[in-house]
């Protein structure tokens, strides 16, 4: 994605002037999708849209900016003998699906059983929206997120439990808002031992 510095919507800058640092292609490509929609991209209503949605991209899809593995980069080993398993919970966040284009929203459940090292309980979150922020498909994100944990902190066990809807199946096609998709990855005890799934399911609520 092309490097250019972006403005906060909330600054007081012209629509022309917030826009200079976007390539014009960028911008030409939103009136083509204005004018396909049957829309008319120089009424006054729509003026400022192209740059909007750019600003907007950029948001979106910030994931590409980084390496979400690089947030469990410092761990910690003195945790007092601790063992047991360290969860996050409720974990919101907000992607795109890589077909449609459209809102994946969602909650993560993130675990795993430390062997001699953990990391701050924030960065889990950080990781989760570290993919989050790319085109996905839930059943990749899922993935992602476990085997980024599996890979940099050396765990005993991970657990990932993601939960969202799908714009791409509520807002067109079968037009089936309120469903909810859930996706999970057990990696290490969690998956090979039935009993310590249970109990990371069950911490998670399930």
Partial sequence: MADYHTHDDDEPLTGEDRDASIPADVLDAVRTLIRWAGDDPQREGLLDTPGRVARAWREYFRGYEEDPRDHLARTFEEVGGYDEIVLLRDIPFHSHCEHHMAPI?????????????????????????????????????????????WDRLNPRGVAVVIEASHACMSARGVLKPGVTMTTSRMMGVFREDERAREEVLKLMGY
């Fill in 105 to 149: 929203i969602g909650k993560a459940h993130v675990a795993y059983l430390p062997r001699d090292r953990v990391v701050g309980i924030s960065k889990l979150a950080r990781v989760t929206q570290g993919y989050a922020k790319r085109l996905q498909v839930q059943e990749r994100l899922t993935a992602e997120i476990a085997d980024a944990i």
